[in-house]
């Protein structure tokens, strides 16, 4: 078995949209045009996608919308990225997710067009080496920073460290009650916490820490994890994904332009994820 967590609500995370508690501002009507590319976005997902539309899934949608010759209709929701589906496709307010894990059952998913993974960040001058997830068993390293609902609070559970950081981790939250709401860590804090010293090193999906790693002061190291979780009760959990497309379900020739428009885009998405920093895999791998 296989458990999938995604920012996106999908797999692992999916229970999170029953809490219901989070509610979207109403979006923008649609643009009225039959060749609009109309794709939802969260206003609160950097680095994936931010208000001013400079998020990088912001700019892979301008490319999708070129490279398919369609107006690209931006629909921009005021919610965490977890309830674009049900804010936005649900609601009919637009038909594409960009960045949902291959294979989403709620949707069509392209073809990936691109894989990573999960990834230790630390600073350089720390000396870190391992890239498997027992690694993060070493003296000196005790404190981590890391995003909810993801693999890493797994990893520290199997590694013993998750009980000493669950006091640090909440004050990144500020010790927010999480009963009944989504709460999350931003990816930029759980970043700068280890630039500034405050944890020894984060684990954490590498397309949410790129940019942060790059444009860092402190001179810091990112390396992917290269093995999978076995957990106790025999469940695999990936740390690597496959990311893909998503277009709703009543539009199989949406679906068909968009795999046709990665396809021809594909150096120009490709650039768009090194600028930003983003460590990739062989999509076979």
Known sequence: MY???????????????????????????PVDDDQALRICASTKDAPYSTEDG???ENRIA???ADETGMKLDLVMIDNDAIYLFRDGIEKDLCDVLVG????DERLLTSKPYYRSGYAFISRQDR????????DVDQEGFETFSYRYHTPAETILKYSGRYEYNLVYQASLTNFEDRRNQYTQVPAD?????????NADMAIIFAPD???????????????????EIERSDGMIIPLQYSQSVGVTEDKPELLEKIDQALISGKDRIQAILDEENIPTLPLDS
Do not use: H
């Open 62 to 64: 301008e490319v999708l």
């Open 127 to 134: 000396n870190f080496e391992g890239d498997k997830w027992q």
């Open 100 to 103: 949902v894990d291959a294979g």
């Open 189 to 197: 804090l759980v970043v700068s916490e280890v630039a500034a010293g």
């Open 54 to 56: 400079t998020g990088f």
């Open 3 to 29: 458990a999938t967590i995604s920012r996106l609500g999908f797999g692992g995370a999916v229970m999170l949209c029953a809490l219901g508690s989070a509610t979207a501002q109403e979006a923008d009507a």
């Open 209 to 227: 820490a790129g940019r942060y790693v790059r444009d860092s002061n402190e001179p810091l190291k990112m390396t992917l994890i290269t093995n």
